[in-house]
Each structure stands twice: as structure tokens, then as C-alpha cells.
């Protein structure tokens, strides 16, 4: 299935409070186009804005791609700027680092 760019509808449930984490859009174009065992979102943050609180996932990695802008990934050692380009990728693991 092809999901067109503007086609893959906004996601409101997956947004957290503007008021805790800042102006955010989360689009799901794999839940359009249907898939059930990989997940491709596209969150679009305003300036100042954050996309989660740190967190860990026991049976799904994550990955981050920037494809404009700048974000900060805050890791055990401090926060890492990344830009355009850039990418960052978790693996599943079953506790924190350092718990």
C-alpha cells in the first residue's frame, strides 16, 4: 500500500499533553498502509518541545532518524545533540542501565 505525504492520518490518542512535553505532531503511516509487526511514526516537534520522557522498551527497539532541525537525545552520560541526517537506534533490554 502507498501512503502518501498528508495521507497518513495525525494520531491524537499517541499525544501526550501540549502542556508537559510541548507542540508536537505524531503521524503513523505504517497503521495506514496496515502494518502489524513494525511501527514507522514521524513526529514532528516544535522548537523547545520534547517527544517522551526517557524509557525502555522490553520487546521492541526504537529508532530515531532527524531529517531537519536539531534534537538532544539525553542518555546516561548527558545529552547528544544530533542533526539532519543523523540517527540514533535502542535495542529492546529488560531494565535500565545502572538499575
Known sequence: MIVRKGRAPA???????AEHYGASER??????????????HVGTLQPGSR???RHWHEEEGEFLYVI???????????PHPLGP?????????LTPTGS
Open 11 to 17: 494520531d491524537p490518542e499517541a499525544e501526550e499533553p
Open 27 to 40: 503521524l503513523r503511516p505504517s497503521d495506514a498502509g496496515g502494518l502489524t509487526q513494525f511501527g514507522a
Open 85 to 93: 541526517g543523523a540517527a540514533a537506534c535502542w535495542p529492546p533490554r
Open 51 to 53: 517527544s517522551s520522557n
Open 68 to 78: 531537519s532541525g536539531e534534537a538532544a537525545v539525553i542518555e546516561e552520560d548527558g
